[in-house]
């Protein structure tokens, strides 16, 4: 594909780009900036979803990009990868075990009774979709009340900071197989290495992690509709803060540095026989993303378990060909290759409209002669 390189234009750039900023400020005189604590706060989905997309767990730097693009999820993706590929990697983690979560959110839908017990948490999941005319004049002492009565009602008895595993009773019962790690054997880089089909199964997950949401959402539906055999079975869906661990420099032991806000979702989809003849047992797909974002870890738990069976018996439809799933659910790499439509294209379309016309040169030409003779 050729482009054109083109002279001048510079004042022209230089006044979108300042008209751009005028539209991020123009509520007036008495407006005010967005504060990095409100988007935080009160645009929470947004600001998990970036970072999800980003690959870069960074609340303060998602929240500049969050106001920098005006609301943009996926220019603001955009500008938290290009930070973070400056960045020198300074230490890797152990493999981490979500088990040990300090949650907020747990539900399972395969069993009524779990381990611990349901915990609802914070969900629009049994609200009605409502439009809540009071927010449209909702004063600052109103808006603040809301925390202060709620840190007032909070039950006194405290709810532990973690639960069992749900997977963990169906290994026990011996409806799943035993976790195998391979040991010595480093999950597969995104960010350091090419996607060559065919890839491993950490490389997926690692792609879908930080695809968009609604690429996943999309894919995963084709698969629900028909376009493909999974029909899963959420049997845990877990948000909280995952700690993070990391070798001390000096003894090497792992130590908590800090904490993550993460999406997990596990899914068990239809059993299948052992290939060497042994148990069946039921198949399983795993999401995982930063932040509250609990659509995608679930479109990508069943993209997972469609995948995988892809790779093992051959894709039956999109959502089971690693190749068409991983190459089209990242959003920055679709929204770039989108949108550089719009720049100039000015010698390809000049080639295109010669070929045109002289191709309806030539067919008048042929019917001239058709006439003449």
Excluded at 17 to 43: F, H, M, N, V, W
Aim: with cysteine; hydrophobic share 40%.
């Amino acid at each position: 594909m050729s482009y054109v390189a083109i002279k001048g234009g510079g004042r022209a750039i230089q006044g979108a780009e300042e008209l751009l900023e005028y539209l991020r400020c123009e509520q007036g005189e008495g407006g005010l900036p967005l504060d990095l604590a409100t988007i935080k706060s009160q645009l929470r989905f947004l600001h998990g979803r970036v970072m999800a997309e980003g690959g870069l767990y960074h609340p303060d730097l998602a929240a500049l990009a969050i106001k920098q693009f005006m609301g943009d999820s996926l220019e603001a993706s955009f500008a938290l990868r290009a930070y973070r590929s400056t960045k020198p990697r300074l230490a890797e983690t152990p493999c981490l075990d979500t088990g040990s979560m300090r949650l907020v959110r747990r539900i399972s839908s395969a069993f009524k009774d779990i381990p611990g017990g349901q915990m609802l948490g914070a969900s629009t999941d049994f609200s009605l979709r409502l439009l809540r005319m009071e927010l449209l004049d909702e004063s600052p002492e109103r808006f603040q009340e809301v925390a202060a009565a709620w840190l007032k009602n909070m039950p006194a008895d405290q709810v532990p900071d973690t639960f069992p595993k749900v997977l963990d009773h169906l290994r026990q019962e011996g409806l799943l197989p035993q976790v195998d790690i391979p040991e010595g054997k480093a999950p597969f880089d995104i960010t350091r290495e090419p996607l060559i089909f065919p890839v491993p199964r950490s490389a997926a997950l690692a792609t879908m992690s930080r695809a968009e949401t609604g690429s996943l959402l999309a894919l995963a539906y084709s698969n629900m509709r028909g376009y493909g055999d999974i029909h899963p079975t959420v049997a845990e869906m877990r948000v909280g803060y995952l700690p993070m661990l990391l070798p001390h420099p000096i003894s090497g032991e792992a130590m908590e540095v800090g904490e993550v806000l993460i999406t997990e979702c596990e899914v068990v989809a239809m059993y299948e026989e052992n290939d060497s003849g042994g148990t069946p047992h039921f198949t399983l797909g795993y999401g995982a993303c930063f932040g509250h974002n609990e659509v995608k870890a679930l479109a990508m738990a069943v993209l997972d378990r469609s995948l995988q069976k892809g790779m093992k018996g051959g894709p039956a439809n999109p959502s089971e060909d690693p190749e068409f799933v991983l190459l089209h659910v990242d959003g920055i790499d679709s929204m770039g290759f989108c949108t550089h439509y719009k720049m100039p294209h000015y010698v390809t379309f000049q080639s295109d409209m010669d070929r045109l016309r002289t191709t309806q040169q030539n067919l008048a030409d042929h019917k001239g002669q058709e006439v003449t003779a």
